[in-house]
């Protein structure tokens, strides 16, 4: 593509037709969907950041949060007759719908290049190509695989001997390229220029106190290897930081434009406790007045560090509980003791800090009993909230591949998509001995079980509502949980 002009790229977070509110703030796509998760939706932190890097670079960059605006495909594809490229982030459980809205897309300026990064590209990079509507693919990490990328299609270099992408060729064969490394200075990142952001557009979620919030993210990697998870592979198998002044710069930025809360996506925030240290002491030392919240292994934390985190803002923090079962959580390498989640979540009462509890049902060895276990098990804890949904098997997880030794058609990532993400069960048979159709039920069962509870609701009045903001957080919250227990999704 000659240069005649400055190129001009879409960054787009795409609207789907499957559901009002889909969670694509982090670098694998979309993740979480819909009324089971309380209607929230998310910044895209990542496709803002990949939008700040590419303007910065001299791309003339255009942000679009279809999603948030709600703007259908038919209004994206008048829009994008004035670009050269559209780039978009896309997941196994997105990946149909997008690559058909991408096609879409190129029907209306057909001279259009569409490129996508995230989990479906980065392990299924053949069945990605095979798609019409995507013309390169970009594998694991994206922000400078883009930036190269970009530079290609503006006559700079050649855009197919880009590391980190794939492509067809003349005759139509997919070629992918040596990988790019992965980035090991984070702190070179750009913040993300939140101007790119849609004005007017308050996004919201049930587990933020303060608005405007951003969602950020200060690491790559998790040092769990749970068998179900594909952060492992997708981020090389190990945990890189951004540095403490990194993090405390970009708090400051945040604060400045306005941002009251901070959302820290991280697989898991709390692992270096001297990092963890120099942030909690940056935001005390520097006043800085900002709530947030983050992820931790419940063998990763201790009372300590909670209680330094409650002193500099931190409200609630999310743990990966999964299972009620010792023998399903040591199956697929939690790395935790029930007896350790009892004790970090009572701490974390006594501190005053809130907390997440995400929960599986249909774990490789659950049965009818164990899921039964997992919901009283969840109930005991009492973390503030949960959220249930169905153990499904993603490209790059060893649990994957072991549902794809005796069901290889899985590899092209058809039978998954927004529709069923976490309320229909995949495969589950395979490995648990509780069929989908149960699940389907137990998901919902698990729900009412958990928030249908008086002294449940007693509990959460007194300790969330504090003025009318909250009373309206919770109501919005509370009504769409309650509309997906009851009618589903």
Same mark, same amino acid.
């Given at each position: 593509?000659?240069?005649?002009?400055?190129? $001009?790229? +879409?960054?787009?977070?795409?609207?789907? &037709? =499957? #559901?009002?509110? !889909?969670?694509?703030?982090?670098?694998? /796509?979309?993740?979480?969907?819909?009324?089971?998760?309380?209607?929230?939706?998310?910044?895209?932190?990542?496709?803002?950041?990949?939008?700040?890097?590419?303007?910065?670079?001299?791309?003339?960059?255009?942000?679009?949060?279809?999603?948030?605006?709600?703007?259908?495909?038919?209004?994206?594809?008048?829009?994008?007759?004035?670009?050269?490229?559209?780039?978009?982030?896309?997941?196994?459980?997105?990946?149909?719908?997008?690559?058909?809205?991408?096609?879409?897309?190129?029907?209306?300026?057909?001279?259009?290049?569409?490129?996508?990064?995230?989990?479906?590209?980065?392990?299924?990079?053949?069945?990605?190509?095979?798609?019409?509507?995507?013309?390169?693919?970009?594998?694991?990490?994206?922000?400078?695989?883009?930036?190269?990328?970009? $530079?290609? +299609?503006?006559?700079?270099?050649?855009? &197919? =001997? #880009?590391?980190? !992408?794939?492509?067809?060729?003349?005759? /139509?064969?997919?070629?992918?390229?040596?990988?790019?490394?992965?980035?090991?200075?984070?702190?070179?990142?750009?913040?993300?220029?939140?101007?790119?952001?849609?004005?007017?557009?308050?996004?919201?979620?049930?587990?933020?106190?303060?608005?405007?919030?951003?969602?950020?993210?200060?690491?790559?990697?998790?040092?769990?290897?749970?068998?179900?998870?594909?952060?492992?592979?997708?981020?090389?198998?190990?945990?890189?930081?951004?540095?403490?002044?990194?993090?405390?710069?970009?708090?400051?930025?945040?604060?400045?434009?306005?941002?009251?809360?901070?959302?820290?996506?991280?697989?898991?925030?709390?692992?270096?406790?001297?990092?963890?240290?120099?942030?909690?002491?940056?935001?005390?030392?520097?006043?800085?007045?900002?709530?947030?919240?983050?992820?931790?292994?419940?063998?990763?934390?201790?009372?300590? #560090?909670?209680?330094?985190?409650?002193?500099?803002?931190?409200?609630?923090?999310?743990?990966?509980?999964?299972?009620?079962?010792?023998?399903?959580?040591?199956?697929?390498?939690?790395?935790?003791?029930?007896?350790?989640?009892?004790?970090?979540?009572?701490?974390?009462?006594?501190?005053?800090?809130?907390?997440?509890?995400?929960?599986?049902?249909?774990?490789?060895?659950?049965?009818?009993?164990?899921?039964?276990?997992?919901?009283?098990?969840?109930?005991?804890?009492?973390?503030?909230?949960?959220?249930?949904?169905?153990?499904?098997?993603?490209?790059?997880?060893?649990?994957?591949?072991?549902?794809?030794?005796?069901?290889?058609?899985?590899?092209?990532?058809?039978?998954?998509?927004?529709?069923?993400?976490?309320?229909?069960?995949?495969?589950?048979?395979?490995?648990?001995?509780?069929?989908?159709?149960?699940?389907?039920?137990?998901?919902?069962?698990?729900?009412?079980?958990?928030?249908?509870?008086?002294?449940?609701?007693?509990?959460?009045?007194?300790?969330?509502?504090?003025?009318?903001?909250?009373?309206?957080?919770?109501?919005?919250?509370?009504?769409?949980?309650?509309?997906?227990?009851?009618?589903?999704?």
């Amino acid at each position: 593509m000659a240069e005649t002009r400055p190129l $001009r790229v +879409l960054v787009l977070n795409p609207m789907t &037709r =499957a #559901t009002k509110n !889909v969670v694509r703030d982090v670098l694998y /796509g979309c993740w979480c969907a819909g009324k089971r998760i309380g209607g929230a939706s998310v910044p895209p932190f990542p496709l803002v950041q990949l939008a700040t890097i590419l303007a910065a670079d001299g791309r003339r960059t255009t942000f679009l949060d279809a999603q948030a605006e709600q703007k259908g495909p038919e209004v994206v594809a008048e829009l994008v007759k004035g670009f050269d490229v559209v780039l978009c982030s896309t997941s196994t459980m997105s990946f149909t719908e997008d690559a058909a809205y991408l096609a879409d897309l190129k029907a209306a300026n057909p001279a259009l290049v569409t490129a996508v990064f995230g989990s479906h590209p980065t392990f299924m990079p053949r069945f990605a190509l095979a798609a019409p509507g995507v013309d390169y693919i970009v594998r694991r990490e994206p922000e400078y695989v883009v930036r190269d990328l970009c $530079r290609g +299609l503006a006559g700079e270099a050649d855009p &197919r =001997a #880009t590391p980190g !992408v794939g492509y067809r060729d003349d005759a /139509g064969e997919p070629v992918l390229n040596p990988e790019y490394p992965f980035i090991e200075d984070l702190d070179a990142l750009p913040y993300p220029d939140v101007d790119f952001l849609p004005p007017g557009i308050h996004y919201f979620n049930p587990i933020v106190r303060r608005l405007p919030y951003m969602t950020a993210t200060t690491s790559r990697g998790c040092p769990g290897k749970c068998t179900f998870c594909t952060a492992p592979a997708f981020d090389g198998g190990r945990v890189r930081f951004a540095s403490a002044g990194y993090v405390l710069g970009l708090i400051r930025y945040l604060r400045g434009k306005g941002y009251r809360e901070v959302y820290f996506r991280d697989d898991t925030f709390f692992v270096k406790k001297r990092r963890d240290r120099e942030i909690c002491d940056g935001i005390r030392r520097e006043n800085l007045d900002v709530t947030w919240l983050a992820n931790a292994r419940v063998s990763g934390i201790d009372p300590e #560090t909670m209680e330094m985190a409650g002193k500099a803002g931190c409200h609630t923090i999310k743990f990966g509980i999964e299972s009620g079962s010792q023998a399903i959580l040591d199956g697929m390498r939690k790395g935790y003791r029930l007896e350790q989640a009892h004790a970090i979540f009572r701490a974390a009462r006594r501190l005053g800090m809130n907390t997440h509890a995400h929960v599986m049902l249909g774990n490789p060895g659950d049965t009818a009993a164990s899921v039964e276990d997992t919901i009283e098990y969840v109930k005991a804890l009492a973390p503030t909230t949960a959220t249930f949904g169905i153990c499904t098997p993603y490209p790059g997880t060893p649990l994957f591949e072991s549902v794809a030794e005796k069901h290889p058609e899985i590899r092209d990532g058809t039978t998954s998509d927004l529709s069923k993400l976490h309320v229909e069960g995949l495969f589950n048979a395979l490995y648990c001995d509780v069929s989908g159709e149960a699940l389907n039920r137990m998901v919902r069962l698990a729900y009412r079980r958990f928030y249908l509870r008086p002294g449940y609701m007693l509990t959460l009045a007194a300790r969330q509502v504090r003025n009318l903001d909250d009373l309206k957080r919770c109501l919005i919250a509370g009504t769409r949980v309650l509309d997906f227990v009851f009618r589903g999704a």
